[in-house]
C-alpha cells in the first residue's frame, strides 16, 4: 500500500508561516508524511524541519517556486544564470531536508506569462536550464519533478505529451513528472490514459478532486487512477494537496472564493482513509 502524505500549507494561512509548527497535525492526522516547501528559498530552516519530521517519524517532501528575478526561461543570460544557480542550492536543500525530490515549479515563475505570443523559445531556454540543474542535482541524488500545471498557472506545459516533449529536450534521467489530478482534470482528455502514457516518467503525485477539494468530492474515478498507478507500477510519494481556505494568503493565490472545507483536521482525517481505502 503506497504511503499518503498531505501538502502542509493544507492548514497554513500565509507562506512565510513556519511549516516545521504544523507537522504535529498531519501526525495526529495519520499521515505517513509531509510536504513541504522551499517557498523563502534554499535558506529555508531545512535542518528545523528535516528534526521535527524524524521525531514524529514522518516521511517528507520537498517542493519550490521560482522567483521571478531568477526565471530560468528569460531572455536574459544573466537571469538565467542566477536561476540555475538557484535551483541548484534548492536541490541542496532538498537533499539536506530528507525529500528524495525538488519538485513543485523549479522550471519558472509561477502564475506568470510573457507579454509575448512567441513562447518556444522560453521553454527551450528553460530546458536547457534545467539540463545543467539536474547534474548537480543527480550528483546530490536528487530527482527534480516538474509539475504539470493548468493553463491558467503556467504555459510552459499543461499536459503529458507537453511533460514528456520537456524531459526529451532536457534529456536527464533525474528529471520527471509531476502529476496532480486537479489540473489533469482541466487539462487531459483522458485521465487513465494520461498515467499510462507517462509511465515510468512519473516521479511525484499530487492528488485533489476536480474542484480543488480533497480527494473523495468531485468527480475523479480514484478506482481507476490507483489501477494505472498500479499498471504502471508507481511506487512513489501520494500527496493531497489542496489550499482550501478564501480568507487566507495561501488559498487567494490561487484564487479560492469559497471554503473548500470546514473541519480541517475531520475532512483531511476522512479524505486519508478514503484514498487508503480505494487504492
Known amino acids: ?34 510536504e513541504m516547501s522551499l517557498v523563502d528559498g534554499p535558506e529555508t530552516d531545512v535542518a528545523k524541519m528535516r528534526a521535527e519530521a524524524e521525531r514524529l517519524g514522518l516521511d517528507i517532501y520537498c517542493s519550490m517556486g521560482l522567483p521571478t528575478e531568477m526565471d530560468i526561461t528569460s531572455p536574459d ?55 545543467e540543474i539536474a547534474k548537480t542535482a543527480s550528483d546530490l541524488g536528487i530527482t527534480i519533478t516538474v509539475e504539470l500545471l ?36 482541466m487539462e487531459e482528455d483522458h485521465l487513465a490514459e494520461a498515467i ?25 474515478d480514484w478506482p481507476l487512477i490507483f489501477d494505472m498507478l498500479d499498471e504502471v507500477n508507481y511506487q512513489g510519494g501520494m500527496v493531497i494537496e489542496t489550499f482550501p481556505n478564501p480568507d487566507a494568503e495561501t488559498g487567494r493565490t490561487i484564487n479560492v472564493w469559497r471554503p473548500l472545507v470546514h473541519d480541517f483536521d475531520a ?13
Open 1 to 34: 500500500m503506497r504511503k499518503i502524505n498531505i501538502e502542509i500549507f493544507y492548514w497554513i494561512d500565509n507562506w512565510a508561516d513556519d511549516q516545521a509548527s504544523y507537522f504535529q497535525k498531519a501526525k495526529e492526522c495519520g499521515f505517513d508524511g509531509v
Open 77 to 131: 543570460e544573466a537571469v538565467r544564470r542566477r536561476g540555475i544557480e538557484y535551483v541548484k542550492r534548492c536541490a541542496d536543500a532538498a537533499q539536506r531536508v530528507g525529500s528524495p525530490i525538488l519538485g513543485g515549479v523549479p522550471y519558472g515563475p509561477w502564475l506568470v506569462f510573457p507579454d509575448t505570443n512567441e513562447l518556444q523559445p522560453y521553454r527551450d531556454r528553460g530546458a536547457a536550464a534545467m539540463s
Open 150 to 185: 493548468n493553463r491558467f498557472e503556467t504555459f510552459m506545459f499543461n499536459t503529458v505529451d507537453e511533460g514528456l516533449d520537456y524531459l526529451a529536450r532536457v534529456d536527464q534521467p533525474n528529471v520527471k513528472l509531476q502529476l496532480d489530478t486537479y489540473h489533469m482534470n
Open 196 to 220: 499510462l502514457k507517462a509511465g515510468d516518467k512519473i516521479g511525484h503525485f499530487h492528488c485533489a478532486a476536480s474542484n480543488r477539494k480533497l480527494p473523495g468530492k468531485g468527480h475523479i
Open 267 to 279: 475532512e483531511a482525517i476522512e479524505s486519508l482513509n478514503f484514498l487508503r481505502r480505494v487504492q
